[in-house]
């Protein structure tokens, strides 16, 4: 079974602060792994998505996440954080299975 | 290329009645899928069509039920409302199955807020 953990339920920093959000996963096969973000009374955006091609993936405004299968995670990060980031952010896993599982959510706050 | 609409935006039910949502894709998108999210139970999955077939249902009871028609356009239903059912209803459309490993991103509508009176 698949299942995906986001560590932290909200994080806060300030503005032009790195920003690091968590996620773990578990899956009995070769993952595919997706970080979307949503605003306040809108749909989910795609940020970036872990296609095995490499490890180390550049997503939009900025946002990277890296995986790493030893330590089963795919966490998010940004080296400068702007107030417009502050958003809920989902991790989702993929597998053979054929369904979609989606995190809790992080809610990002983002101090000026 | 436009993206997913929903409709309606904002809607407002009382205990019993029953609703119908609807949801247009991307065009050429032949997956679709819907979610429903609460503060209290975050974003959970509902079911996704592919190709006018239902291929994956979560684990919701039978008064949500949803069809895909030859368009790729969607609608979900829930029968005899309850409060516990307000919420934002989100849709999704990918080219593929969603969860294939395939590595399809879902494109998201801006959702359907239902209120349970």
């Known amino acids: 079974a698949q299942s995906v953990t986001q560590l932290d339920s909200h994080v806060s920093v300030s503005e032009g602060t790195p920003v690091l959000l968590r996620c773990n996963y578990s899956s009995s096969y070769s993952p595919s792994l997706f970080w979307y973000v949503q605003h306040p009374n809108k749909g989910l955006q795609l940020l970036l998505k872990?296609?095995?091609?490499?490890?180390l993936v550049k997503g939009i405004n900025g946002f990277e996440a890296e995986f790493k299968k030893s330590e089963t995670s795919f966490h998010l990060t940004k080296p400068s954080a702007h107030m417009s980031d502050a958003a809920e952010y989902f991790c989702v896993v993929n597998t053979n299975a054929g369904k979609s599982t989606f995190g809790d959510g992080t809610t990002l706050t983002v101090k000026p | 290329k436009a993206g997913v609409t929903q409709t309606p935006r904002y809607l407002i039910k009382t205990r019993g009645q029953q609703v119908t949502l609807s949801c247009s894709p991307i065009s050429g998108h032949r997956s679709v899928s819907w979610y429903q999210q609460t503060p209290g139970q975050g974003l959970q999955f509902l079911f996704e069509y592919f190709s006018e077939t239902q291929r994956n249902k979560g684990n919701f009871p039978g008064r949500f039920s949803g069809r895909q028609f030859s368009n790729s356009r969607s609608e979900m239903n829930v029968s005899t409302l309850e409060l516990g059912d307000s919420a934002l209803y989100l849709c999704?459309?990918?080219?593929?199955?969603?969860?294939?490993?395939?590595?399809?991103?879902?494109?998201f509508g801006p959702g359907t807020r239902l209120t349970v009176l």
């Open positions: 999704a459309s990918s080219w593929g199955l969603a969860g294939a490993r395939s590595y399809n991103e879902q494109f």
């Open positions: 872990y296609t095995s091609a490499a490890t």
